[in-house]
Structure formats: C-alpha cells, structure tokens
C-alpha cells in the first residue's frame, strides 16, 4: 500500500512537469495546427538561463528564495523571447507552406538550440544548485519533498492562471477565435499573426516554469534534456487531445502516474515476463489504446483536421 | 539527434577523400602531408593518422571528452619526441570522431576511419559501440585498441585486431559481486542496469559473482542511459529493503538516481563500476555520494606506475582525469610502439607486433593475452569519502602480478 502511494506521489510530480510542458505543445497546435517540435529545447535554454543567473547570484548574500525568485523570472523572460523570436524567424514566413515544412523547420531549430546550449553551457552534466533547502515527510511510510510539494502546487496555479488567461480576457478571446478561425477572425479585426505570437510567447513562459521545476528537482541540466521530455510532453498532449488545455494538463499527469506505475508494477502485472525497462513501451501502449476508442485523445475535440 | 553533425561529417569525408587523392600511390595506407608533398624536404615525413572514437555528445560526452584528451596528449608527446620509423621522420594526427555512444552511428564513424586510412584506432568508449565497429576495422586490417570498452565479447570474437588495455567485466563484475557479499557482508542485492551492452554485462557478472558468495538478488531493475528519473523503480526496490543495491551504468544515471534514493529515504550501501566511479558521479550526487562503494578497471590515478608526470601534465592542460584518459594515452603509445618495432607504419606489417606488446605505460605494464585483452588487468576498490575517491583494495595488477588470486584468466 505504502510502495501505490510512493509511486502515485512519484507518477504526480513527474505529471505535473509533464503538463506543463505538454501546454507549450497544444497551445500553439489548438491555434496554428504546428507541432513545435523545439518546444522542449525551449524548457531546457530555460532550465540553463535560470541556472546561470543563480549561479551567479549565489554568491551576492541575497536570500535563496529571492535568487531563485530571480532565476525563475529572468528564464521566463529570455523564453518567452525566444518563443517569439522563433515563431518571427522560423515559422512566420512559413505560414501558408504546406504542413510538413514548418515541421522540418522545427525539428532544424530543435537542434539549432541543442547545439548553440552545447557551445553556450558546455556538453557536461550541470548540478542545479539547491535553492530550497530539502525537508522529506513521511506520510504513510510514502516520502515526498517540500520540492515536490512546491512543483505541483505551482504547476497547478499556473494552469488556472492559463485557464482564466484564455476564457477571460480579450486576448484569449482572440486566440480562441484566431482557433476557430484565422481568417474571420482577422476579418473581425483579430490581429491573427499577434495572437499566434502570443500563443508561442505564453507556451515558451510555461515552458521556462516547467525547465526551472526540472532543474530544482532533479537539480541536474543538461543539453539534451529537453529532447526526451519533449517527446513525453508531446506525447502526454495526445493523449489527453492535442489542442485542448485541459487535456493536455490531464494527459500530461495521467502519462506521468502511467510511468510511475508501469515501472512498478509491469513485472508483477505480466509475471516478471516484462520488467521495468518497458516503462515506456507501458505508456505508449495506454496512448494506443486511448487512441483507438477516442482518435482524438480523452478530451479532444474535432481540431484534428482543421487549418 | 545531432543530425545538425551531417553537413560537417559530409564536407569532412570528402575533405579526406580528396587528401587521399593526392597522396602518394606507394604508400596507400598513409597520406602524405600536403606540406611534404608541395616540398620534398631535406629528411622525408609522413603523416601516420591514428583514428580516435568517443561520444563527445550526449549524456556521456564529459568521458568522451576525456578519453579524447588522452589520446591527444599521447600524440603530442609522441610528436615532441621526433619518432623516427623506418628512416623516415613521422607526424602523427589523432582524427577524433563522435560516435554519439550509439551503436549505429558507432560503425558509421569506423567506416569514415576506415576509408580515411588511417593507421590504427584506440576506442571506442562504450562496449556498445566497440563491439559493432570491431568488426570493421577487423576486415579492414585495423588494429583497434579499446581504452574503455570492459564487456568481454569484444575480445571473444577472435578477430585478431581487438585489443583493451583494461581488465573486462568478468573481472570486474566478479570483484565488485563478491566485495558486496564478502567484505560488505550482503544478504541481499538490488541490481540496476541501464540496458548497454556494459551496464547489463556487468550487472550480469556481479549478479553471478554475489549468488556464488551468497548473497540473494532480491531485485533485478531496468532503465536507459539517457533516463534522469529514476524514482518508480527505486520505490520498487525499497519495498524488497536490499543490503547492497549495485548500478551497472555511468555516472550520469548514478548522480541523479543517488539524490533521489536518499529523498526516498533507502539506506542500502550503494555500489557501482568504472562507468560510475568519476569525479563527475561525486558533483552530480553531492552528499548522496558519500559513502558509494566503487570500482575501477586499473589502478587508482594517483598509484599508476609512471602516473605522476601523466597526471600532472594532464591536469595543467585539460583539468581533472575523468576516468579512462591515462587508458587512451596508453593505448596510443601502444601503436605507436609496435609501429617502431614493425619498423613500419602499415597496419599490415605492424599488426602482428602489437599482439607481442610489452610495454611500460602510464597504467602499468602492458601485455596482451591470445584473445587481446589485457594481461592480469587490476581493479581497484573505491570508497567515496569527503566527496573523494579513496583507494579500499586493489586486485590483480602488474604491481601485485605475483597475487595468484587474481582471476585474471577467468573466461567465460
């Protein structure tokens, strides 16, 4: 019993992380139909942004808090930078290609930031220095950190933020209807090409949370990092509907808690025929399934098609 | 990933291909320094390319890295000593690849070695990636001298241009197994693998090392060398409460997972190979790693037979020793070696001679057996202390190469 609560506890925090990033992906997919396949590269220049100003300020006597207060804003800051600047330069020009074109560019700028984090902060594995100071409670003979307490609470304001963003103000309004449909919406007088921008800005903002919480769990960063989680955060907004919020925060919790049990529990499941290694072949198998009944994922609506 | 790499390795292959063009025809094996060839100089030289093989990117990319600077610092020395083979004064070259520690890419890197004609090759790092590209520098006629690879295949598939200069995963695996259940007295063992030819070889031998002395394996886990979250399986492992938990993998999967066992509150005594066994493991895990029992296929840096003056040279250049650097310096120094005694630096003519090898390396004394391996190889038994890497016991050896208990002859 304690070992289902440890891994649920386990499978949470990893979801929220997941969520997170999986919003980066669907934002931009629920308005322009893109797969930004760089959005994970975005999490990881986020996670080496707020190292690099904590290090930095590490040594200046302010309190821990306060730096790492610093280094979440100023990786917000840099990606939603790059968020824009990367729809600007890559993706813009490209808006009535065919579909597969602005995917191959994203998976060129993929490793066009691979490689400048590689030349910019070294090939090595970088420790995340601790800001918080680790406290472990044990509830029921599972452990859990202040750290993971502080993840998930902070993903889960995030999230509401995003939601009252995009069904309470005027620009997610827009974006809503830039959604719908570009080209009325423009009629309408959307200015479409600043909502989309806003859409990879705000989805580059999350991304960056979602770097800085990677980086004070694991407290571990390195250049490729983004690539994996990206893949599993894609993964996650698929399977709760890609182009949905709520499915993608759903999703991205739900594949996390799969993980975590898949891991745990596939050796007994299939007696010991399986072992842990299949973790991930555990949850693609989920998304399969999922994927079979609801083609559109748990909450997804007819987006699929559309653009 | 890392595809980005294509356009250089493109424009690279053809940069080589067309050195090769102009070379001289009597000597296809070697290509002639442009230099030379543009000046017939008073005493004629030659340009020996020796292929080197590392993952410079990639979560291991730090040990590529180090392994590379070795081999670097070998042919520096090598040069600054004017070696003359054969009446003729000879440069080497290190041609340095990326082998990404994937196996496919692995042997894409032997083939551009190959057709690169270089002379010999030191590496790869991995086992994975050694195993694969053996075979096409054996049909090229190519010794090859590994300085990392440990899992015993490599040596075992009687190609007669696979060397190591380091003691195998049986060797190591069996010392590892039985510390644990002799020394540190385990009644139960957790054994983690990472799924690599080396991580899931040698967690293969410590399991059979410790059954043998005792011990039960109360759990046998699994994860992937690029993983950083390994708390699903750690939680699994707790419930079975091991004495000793061993990690067959490399330290950027050991850093992470010892934080994480210490947030999970696991007591066990954790042990794992040379893969782990870096300065590296110790920043990842900070104070987790206090305490981690470790071993090394060789002796410990500071007790190598000629080792100061290489750790001292190295350090002021490249900055601490990782792991293997002092191996790939020596496997350098070993073709280089057999090329003075062939008296040639044709692959062909030298080949033969680096099988008869005796030589005094950085890492002690270099002798091959009939398979390539090294001869009577040490381990050596860490403890993480103080955030540093104490010396517990050395086994085997060319220092202690009269201690029969060795199981250096100990195949398969």
Redesign the interface.
């Known amino acids: 019993m304690d070992?289902l609560l440890?891994?649920l506890i386990?499978?949470l925090t990893?979801g929220a992380v997941y969520a997170l990033v999986a919003l980066g992906y669907t934002m931009v997919y629920g308005i322009i139909g893109l797969i930004n396949f760089a959005h994970g590269e975005v999490v990881m220049i986020g996670t080496m942004v707020a190292f690099t100003v904590i290090v930095s300020l590490a040594g200046s006597g302010m309190p821990p808090l306060l730096i790492l207060g610093v280094g979440l804003l100023v990786s917000v800051l840099v990606c939603m930078a790059l968020g824009w600047s990367l729809e600007r330069v890559a993706y813009r020009p490209l808006r009535g290609a065919p579909r597969l074109t602005p995917l191959i560019t994203a998976i060129g700028m993929s490793?066009?930031l691979?490689?400048v984090a590689?030349i910019v902060w070294g090939?090595?594995?970088i420790?995340f220095p601790p800001m918080i100071e680790?406290h472990?409670y044990?509830v029921a003979g599972a452990?859990f950190?202040n750290v993971q307490v502080a993840i998930v609470t902070l993903a889960a304001l995030v999230m509401i933020g995003l939601i009252y963003l995009v069904h309470r103000t005027r620009i997610g309004m827009a974006m809503r209807a830039t959604a719908q449909n570009p080209q009325v919406a423009s009629l309408m007088g959307v200015d479409i090409n600043r909502v989309i921008a806003m859409a990879f800005v705000i989805g580059s903002a999350l991304g960056a949370v979602a770097g800085c919480m990677v980086g004070s769990y694991?407290?571990?960063a390195?250049y490729?990092?983004g690539?994996?989680l990206g893949l599993k955060a894609f993964t996650a907004a698929v399977l709760g509907g890609i182009g949905n919020l709520a499915g993608a925060m759903a999703g991205g919790i739900l594949l996390g808690v799969i993980?975590?049990?898949?891991?745990?529990y596939i050796?007994q499941l299939t007696g010991d025929f399986l072992?842990?290694?299949y973790?991930d072949i555990f949850a693609f198998i989920v998304l399969i399934v999922v994927l079979m009944f609801r083609p559109s994922g748990l909450f997804g609506e007819r987006t699929g098609d559309r653009a | 990933?890392?595809?980005?790499r294509m356009p250089g390795v493109l424009i690279a292959l053809a940069a080589s291909v067309a050195l090769i063009g102009c070379g001289k025809k009597e000597e296809p094996k070697v290509a002639a320094a442009p230099a030379a060839a543009a000046a017939p100089a008073a005493q004629e030289e030659i340009v020996v390319k020796i292929g080197h093989v590392a993952p410079?990117?990639?979560?291991i990319?730090?040990l590529g890295?180090d392994n590379e600077n070795g081999a670097r610092l070998a042919v520096e020395d090598a040069n600054a000593e004017k070696i003359v083979i054969d009446g003729k004064s000879v440069k080497f070259e290190l041609l340095g690849e990326d082998d990404q520690a994937d196996p496919k890419t692995g042997t894409v890197v032997a083939q551009k070695l190959v057709d690169a004609k270089v002379a010999g090759v030191v590496g790869h790092l991995n086992s994975g990636t050694t195993i694969p590209a053996s075979s096409i520098y054996n049909q090229a006629g190519l010794p090859q001298i590994s300085p990392s690879a440990t899992n015993p295949k490599y040596t075992q598939q009687g190609f007669n241009t696979a060397f190591r200069v380091m003691a195998n995963d049986v060797q190591q695996g069996s010392v590892v197994g039985t510390y644990a259940a002799k020394d540190l007295g385990a009644k139960t063992i957790a054994i983690i693998d990472d799924?690599t030819a080396y991580g899931q070889g040698l967690a293969d031998e410590v399991e059979k090392a410790a059954v043998a002395n005792g011990a039960k394996v109360v759990a046998?886990?699994?994860?992937?060398d690029?993983a950083?979250?390994f708390?699903?399986?750690l939680?699994?492992i707790?419930?079975t409460n091991p004495d000793v938990i061993f990690l067959g993998g490399m330290d950027?999967v050991g850093?992470?997972m010892l934080?994480q066992m210490k947030?999970?509150?696991i007591t066990a005594q954790f042990t794992t190979g040379d893969g782990g066994c870096s300065p590296?493991l110790i920043?990842?895990a900070?104070d987790a790693s206090e305490g981690v029992i470790c071993t090394q296929a060789g002796l410990p840096a500071d007790k190598l037979p000629n080792g100061q003056k290489f750790l001292a040279e190295f350090t002021s250049k490249y900055g601490p020793i990782q792991i293997y650097s002092p191996y790939s310096y020596d496997a350098v120094m070993v073709l280089i070696d057999s090329m003075k005694r062939a008296h040639s630096v044709d692959p062909a003519k030298y080949l033969p001679e680096v099988g008869k090898t005796s030589y005094d390396g950085v890492t002690g004394k270099i002798e091959f057996d009939e398979k390539g391996d090294i001869k009577n190889g040490a381990i050596t038994v860490f403890e993480i202390k103080d955030g540093k890497l104490v010396t517990l016991k050395t086994e085997g050896g060319a220092m202690a190469a009269a201690a029969p208990a060795a199981p250096a002859e100990a195949k398969k």
């Open positions: 070992t440890q891994q386990n499978g990893l490793m066009v691979q490689n590689m090939r090595n594995y420790t680790k472990i044990t452990t950190t694991y407290e571990i390195h490729q990092m690539f994996m993980e975590a049990l898949g891991a745990g050796g072992g842990s290694h973790q | 990933m890392n595809q980005l410079l990117t990639g979560p990319a730090h890295k799924r046998r886990e699994f994860t992937n690029k950083i979250d708390k699903a399986i939680t699994k707790k419930a950027a850093g992470p934080k947030e999970l509150g590296e920043k990842l900070g």
